[in-house]
């Protein structure tokens, strides 16, 4: 799965799971990137305590390209390996940074977890307008899909992607959404499939939908 760096949360995702990285720690810290990597390799060290198998799911190798286009070592760290890193790292504000830096890898998992759960409904979701159909034709689920999607987002995926300089070939918006857009949707994909399957037409639905998202989520 390609590295994606949710810009809401300012962590990396990848398989499911939330990363920062060793460039991201050097700067909130006022750390030398070196000085981190050094630090990284004295936690993963064989004698540091932390098992290899620890070391193997929480710091895993990468690298990025400085402005002259050499490849330079980084390192992804999970929440647990940011912790152990970082456990050493006193001070009042160093206390601060990590503090915040938990509250969005708490913030991010959950992002995660709601964007798995909406993938999950779609076969859900697909299944329902298959069955309201005789013969369901493309255009019915991207029709029912960007329904929701311009009730949450003002717009249709197609004009997410203009607007917001994302690759017209990518096959999902979600991973680029915020963590309130994602519940939105999930929450207004669960309730469309009730809404089909009592067959209520698709301005109805358009309708019914609209009202509870104001209801449920701006008026909140």
Known sequence: MKLLLNPEFNLYEKDGKAFCDSLQIAETF??????????????????????????????????????????????????DGFTILTFGYSGVKAMRFKEAYINRFNQMEQFIKSLLAAKLEFPAFTAAIMDAHEEPKHYHFSNEINMINRIVLGVSASQFKEQNGIDKKASSIRPYLSADQIRSIEELQRVDIGLIVSGMDYEQRKVTLSSYYSRRFIAA
Request: hydrophobic share 25%; no cysteine; proline share 6%.
């Open 30 to 79: 006022g750390k030398r990137h070196d000085h981190v990597l050094r630090d990284i390799a004295k936690v993963t060290a064989p004698k540091s305590g932390v098992s290899e198998n620890f070391s193997r799911l929480n710091f895993e190798p990468s690298d990025y390209k400085d402005a002259s286009g050499k490849k330079n070592p980084k390192y992804l760290l999970t929440k």
